[in-house]
């Protein structure tokens, strides 16, 4: 059994772990509780704090582990000179144990935040107490003393995770102010927390819509971190339609004024949706090259911007039932084809778009099935490459050779074609000699 020294005791009253928190400290790992004695062993106090103890109650398994100590940055240095300095001129210091990362944070008051983001100086505390009152909402307040088998819960954080609400420690007029994207994390607990029906206090609730400008002060990168997160839950669409009506995600996204009770709708139905189609279906409403833009104000990343982009221009597609261009459609779009032809199934059931008029959405119910009874391509990469086509044709290299290979590929997918000789057939069939070759068939559903 390993040993556990105790550190230093807290100012807080604690009281026993509860069932679900001893199975989370008796699943330790060996290489914290190294570092949790190293640190009592050299006349520190250190407690897991924040969201591992939150999950760690309702028995979830924390993907993360955080800790607070009394010791300071530069005494944790001392005892790990291995750690990384994350941010210690905020108190936090990254240990190193094995395969693992600990972020270690000095126990601290803070000054006053002149920025919605951060405080202007901190100071070292040494008070459990007050470190724990200085955090966001009171879920995440709560602490654990690991060798003495005791929990810290002085804003009765447990009692709100046992009735499902996310509330403020303290005042949340406060709180907001003092970091605006308590707003955005507030909404993403909503869907976080183990599925169930999470509230927000009512006050909070309040504070959040009448102080939600404070957002537009906030980076994109922060406001996108936080976003994505929203749109990864399988039950976003209820908790975008609570940010819909609380006028947030007008802010975030800089929409002018649109009907948006369509967008409810679609909300409401949107459980299989990940999160760039999410993305995609929030601005359904913009063309091409304001989603473009959009994605570059919030920083999304450039493969994120991709995928938005291919998913939003392949969406307001309208598929052809027939055996060929189904085998295209489904090698172009990959791997995001069912979640294309499932976003262009809510764009005609809802009319979000005039690509869809004419026809409703039990004609995408008709293409969902044919493509699920459409046998896989035997192979998805191009039989015959330019050097075989250049010595078939004699066209040197160009972007006629490049169309008529492309055009090629195309036929291959469309036909389900596996050996060169069906693509000798092929170019022998295809009208290639001329020269308007910008004409050919592309790759494309376009």
Known sequence: ????????????????LTNEMSQFVDRLPTQLIDVLNKIAVNGGGVWIVGGAVRDAS?????SDVDLATDLTPDEILGIFPDAIETGVSFGTITIKSGIFLFQTTTLRTDGEYIDSRRPDKVKWNMSLMEDLKRRDFTINSMAIDVARRTYYDPHNGLSDIKNNIIRCVGNPQKRINED???ILRAYRFLGQ???KNWQLEKHLSDVMVVNSYLLEELSSERIWQEMSKILSFSKSGKILVRMLSDGILKIIFQWDNFETSKLVLALEDSSQFELITMFVLLNYHLDQGSIDELCKSLKL?????????FTFTNALIVPSKNEKYLRLYRHILGAKCRQIILLSKTFCKYELHNNFTDIDDNYFNQIISL?????KNKLEKQIIDGNWLMRETNLGQGQKLGRLKEWLFRIQIENDLTDVSEIT???AKIQWQN????????MSLE
């Open 1 to 16: 059994m390993i040993e556990h020294i105790l550190g230093n005791e807290s100012d807080v009253k604690g009281l026993p």
């Open 58 to 62: 309702m028995g979830l398994n924390p």
């Open 180 to 182: 605006a994207l308590r």
């Open 193 to 195: 927390m183990g599925g």
């Open 301 to 309: 990343s450039r493969k994120d911007t991709k995928d938005v982009v």
């Open 371 to 375: 493509l699920a009874d459409l046998p």
């Open 425 to 427: 057939l092929q170019l």
């Open 435 to 442: 020269d308007d070759f910008e004409s050919w068939p592309r």
